[in-house]
């Protein structure tokens, strides 16, 4: 067995005899096994927010999506349609036409985004699963609201006596007058709740309506939604893609459509790692004092151990495997400590943002080796500056 590691394995098992050094050396592991512990709850919490926020996403936007190169709308042939359709790895694709529209009920207004939408978009997205109540039904006369949007206007479903009114701005130039615009009676079939923000932005309707109600030609889309079947598949099939509708339009797949809340989402990620790795800095270094003291008061034994042959950079390294040792063992309680406390977390969700809903948390085996990592640099940092005060000067007889 290596010598260094032989003696910092007992000095770690053994007793001081000054119970001030006794007090210190176990408030030193403690503390380390709490900041391992508390970074490695504070990551996991974070991956669950990061999980729950971006299952909005999941739900309301496809795999991969086709948006004009220039303008606001782009056409889409029968030929390019049938390109589509023998492209292999594409399971679904959705034409839609989306425009900014003025809603209006009885007294109430509001302005928000109306989709027109093929009977293929509940295919490509899982929008439909968001219905809170009502049906999702689709046509020349009904469509599906968010729930902010009924709230607003106070419209509910099966309104045919006061149904919403959509007002569109008709293309061209020219003052604004009341032949300028165009409306649209629609009922609601159903509504659906995703988010706040979301729930008050969309009205979905038929394409063909919408098409109409905006002046557009029957292939003029703003965009083309696309479901894969095979996520590993997706950059094989967005190349195809490409080569079909070639430079009129920009594709994105979901990341690249919702990259402001991934950049946010990982710059908050980083910034609290940051600091609660700070935070773990400075309380490590109490493995400087604790080390320094158990030189201290081994320095006997030092002599002793000088004496007999042991060199000086034996003996340093003794004092240093020992502060490995404290941070790495202190480090493995922690996590294993906080690990037990994600997983009754995930099992019975005993704590809580509101009554039905438990505060979202994530195991990864990514953040158990980052908090290892983290506390392994930090214990060798820490353990290399309290073993180097050991001086040949100290240990002379």
Known sequence: M????????????SKSSQNAVNVINFITFLVTVIGSAALFIVLSGFAGLKSFSL???????????????????????????????????????SKELEEKVYLKHREKGHIAFIKGIDTNYTHVTGI????????WRINSQEAVAGIGITNILGLTINQYQNPLVVLALKPG??????????????????????????????????????????????????????????????????????????????LKDRQELNSTLHRMLN??????????????????FNVVGAIIMMILDKLQNLK????????????????????VLVT?????????????????????????????????VEYQWINVLIVFG????????????????????????
Not at 71 to 84: I, R, T
């Open 328 to 360: 790495g063992l202190g480090g493995f309680i922690g996590v294993v400590f906080a690990s037990l406390l994600i997983w009754s977390q995930l099992a019975f969700g005993w704590l809580k943002i509101t009554p039905s809903l438990a505060y979202p």
């Open 267 to 284: 710059t908050e990620n980083l910034a609290t790692y940051l600091i609660f790795t700070l935070v773990l800095g400075i309380a490590l």
């Open 2 to 13: 290596n010598f260094p590691f032989y003696i910092a394995k007992r000095y770690v098992r």
């Open 173 to 250: 130039k020219g003052s604004l007058t009341q032949k300028s615009l165009k409306t649209k009676a629609l009922v609601l079939s159903g509504v659906y709740s995703v988010e706040e923000n979301l729930d008050k932005k969309y009205v979905f309707a038929d394409l063909p309506s919408v098409q109409q109600l905006l002046e557009k030609k029957a292939n003029q889309v703003s965009g083309v939604n696309f479901k894969v079947q095979n996520v590993a598949q997706l950059a094989a099939v967005k190349s195809k893609i490409a080569a079909v509708f070639g430079n009129k339009v920009i």
């Open 128 to 135: 439909d699963s968001t219905l809170l109540y009502g049906t």
């Open 374 to 397: 983290t506390i392994f640099i930090l214990g060798i940092i820490a353990s290399k500056i309290a073993s180097s005060r050991i001086t040949k000067k100290m240990i002379s007889i």
């Open 55 to 93: 299952s909005f996403s999941n739900t309301f936007d496809p795999d991969l999506k086709a948006l004009p190169a220039t303008g606001k709308f782009f056409s889409v042939s029968p030929e390019e349609e049938a390109e589509l359709a023998q492209i292999e790895g594409l399971a679904f694709y």
């Open 304 to 323: 002793t151990l000088y004496s007999l042959g042991t060199t000086l950079k034996e003996l340093r390294r003794i004092y240093f495997m020992q502060g």
